[in-house]
């Protein structure tokens, strides 16, 4: 592990065992469906910590980002991987695109929709919009088998606005329109829905053109806002 990941996971260590709540944590497992544990430190207490355990630090290059983020995976309580995606956010517009391995290495492991839908618009997003080489692995991972890694592709672009690839997204959610999982047709609306702010005549035009080809839920979750 590099010096920097080193110091940030001790101080953040020292910092979260402090502040830990017993009381809150089975409240906050059950809302994830068990499938994590929890120091039980609310998010507005553990954000305050994140920024004074960075606090002072020098700013990370791709080597302290990899190290932290895989040391906070490795980690059992949830809270270290919210942290690791916030730090990832922070950084990911000047990241370099051979961060993005290690950001699947996170989407398909302990994987569910708090981390990945983080990494999928605040980390991937920006990397790809920084990087356009990368949209030819988001061709590849919208095919991915991993559901996880194929809502990711299609999120990716979540906040893109105006900088958004209609004829991507488009396509990306006719080539995954029949998958049968929840987390997939969700993440299909939702794509579209938050592009409707932006260009609602070219949502409508879709639905309109292909909404017979998408699970009822899908349409649903494009068309809340039109």
């Given at each position: 592990?590099?010096?920097l990941?080193?110091?940030?996971?001790?101080?953040l260590?020292?910092?979260?065992?402090d502040?830990?709540d017993p009381?809150?944590?089975?409240a906050?497992?059950?809302?994830?469906?068990?499938?994590?544990?929890f120091l039980?430190?609310?998010?507005?207490?553990?954000?305050?910590?994140?920024?004074?355990v960075?606090a002072?630090?020098?700013g990370?290059?791709?080597?302290?980002?990899?190290?932290a983020?895989?040391a906070?995976w490795?980690?059992?309580e949830r809270?270290?991987?919210?942290f690791?995606?916030?730090?990832l956010?922070?950084?990911?517009?000047k990241?370099?695109?051979?961060?993005?391995?290690?950001v699947r290495?996170?989407?398909t492991?302990?994987s569910?929709?708090d981390?990945?839908?983080t990494?999928?618009?605040d980390t991937?997003?920006p990397?790809?919009?920084?990087?356009p080489?990368l949209?030819?692995?988001?061709d590849?991972?919208v095919?991915?088998?991993?559901m996880w890694v194929?809502r990711?592709?299609?999120?990716?672009?979540?906040?893109y606005k105006?900088?958004?690839?209609?004829?991507r997204?488009?396509?990306?959610c006719?080539?995954?329109?029949g998958h049968?999982?929840?987390?997939i047709r969700?993440?299909?609306g939702?794509?579209l829905?938050q592009y409707?702010?932006?260009?609602?005549?070219a949502?409508r035009?879709f639905?309109?053109s292909?909404?017979?080809q998408?699970?009822?839920?899908?349409?649903?979750e494009a068309?809340?806002?039109l």
């Amino acid at each position: 592990m590099t010096p920097l990941a080193d110091t940030v996971l001790r101080r953040l260590t020292e910092a979260y065992a402090d502040a830990a709540d017993p009381e809150k944590a089975p409240a906050m497992r059950a809302y994830m469906r068990d499938q994590f544990e929890f120091l039980g430190i609310p998010k507005p207490r553990r954000l305050t910590l994140d920024r004074q355990v960075l606090a002072g630090l020098d700013g990370p290059d791709e080597a302290d980002l990899r190290d932290a983020a895989l040391a906070c995976w490795r980690r059992p309580e949830r809270e270290y991987q919210y942290f690791a995606c916030g730090w990832l956010r922070r950084h990911a517009k000047k990241a370099a695109p051979t961060l993005l391995p290690t950001v699947r290495d996170l989407i398909t492991t302990k994987s569910w929709w708090d981390t990945v839908d983080t990494l999928a618009s605040d980390t991937v997003g920006p990397l790809v919009r920084s990087h356009p080489e990368l949209v030819s692995t988001m061709d590849g991972w919208v095919l991915d088998d991993d559901m996880w890694v194929a809502r990711t592709a299609i999120l990716h672009q979540l906040t893109y606005k105006q900088a958004t690839e209609s004829d991507r997204l488009f396509r990306y959610c006719l080539a995954r329109a029949g998958h049968p999982d929840f987390f997939i047709r969700k993440a299909i609306g939702w794509a579209l829905r938050q592009y409707a702010h932006t260009d609602p005549a070219a949502v409508r035009e879709f639905l309109a053109s292909h909404g017979d080809q998408l699970a009822p839920l899908s349409v649903r979750e494009a068309s809340k806002h039109l």
